[in-house]
Nanobody, 124 residues
Framework: QLQLVESGGGLVQPGGSLRLSCADS????????IGWFRQAPGKEREGVSC????????YYADSVKGRFTISREDAKNTVYLQMNSLKPEDTAVYYC?????????????????WGQGTQVTVSS
C-alpha cells in the first residue's frame, strides 16, 4: 500500500516560491496518476494539479495556471509541485494523492491514496 509523504511547505511572503514534494518509500510512483489538492480553512478541498500515469497529461486549476508546475522525477520516485508568484489565497494545507487510473482527474473521489498534508502559508 502506498504511503505518500509530502514535504516542502512553510511560510513565504507574497510573490515568493515553494516547491512541494510527494514521495513514497516502497512503491514506484511512476505507476500512478498523482494529484495535488489543497484545503484552506473553512473551505472544501480542491484539486490544484495532476499528472497522468499513462500519457503524462497534466491538469492545472485556473487559479494556479501559469504559476504552478507539476513534474515527476522518476529517479527519486518523487512528484513535485513548483509554486511561484504565491498569493495569500494560496494559503492551505496541500495534499498529494495517487491512484492507478490511466488519466488523472482533479477530483478527490478519483484517488485511493493520500498523504498527510503540508501547510503552506503565504503572508507578509
Amino acid at each position: 500500500q502506498l504511503q505518500l509523504v509530502e514535504s516542502g511547505g512553510g511560510l513565504v511572503q507574497p510573490g515568493g516560491s515553494l516547491r512541494l514534494s510527494c514521495a513514497d518509500s516502497g512503491f514506484t510512483l511512476r505507476g500512478y496518476s498523482i494529484g495535488w489538492f489543497r484545503q484552506a480553512p473553512g473551505k472544501e478541498r480542491e484539486g490544484v494539479s495532476c499528472i497522468s500515469r499513462g500519457d503524462g497529461g497534466i491538469y492545472y486549476a485556473d487559479s494556479v495556471k501559469g504559476r504552478f508546475t507539476i513534474s515527476r522525477e522518476d529517479a527519486k520516485n518523487t512528484v513535485y509541485l513548483q509554486m511561484n508568484s504565491l498569493k495569500p489565497e494560496d494559503t492551505a494545507v496541500y495534499y498529494c494523492a495517487a491512484d492507478s487510473t490511466y488519466y488523472c482527474l482533479p477530483y478527490e473521489r478519483d484517488y485511493a491514496y493520500w498523504g498527510q498534508g503540508t501547510q503552506v502559508t503565504v503572508s507578509s
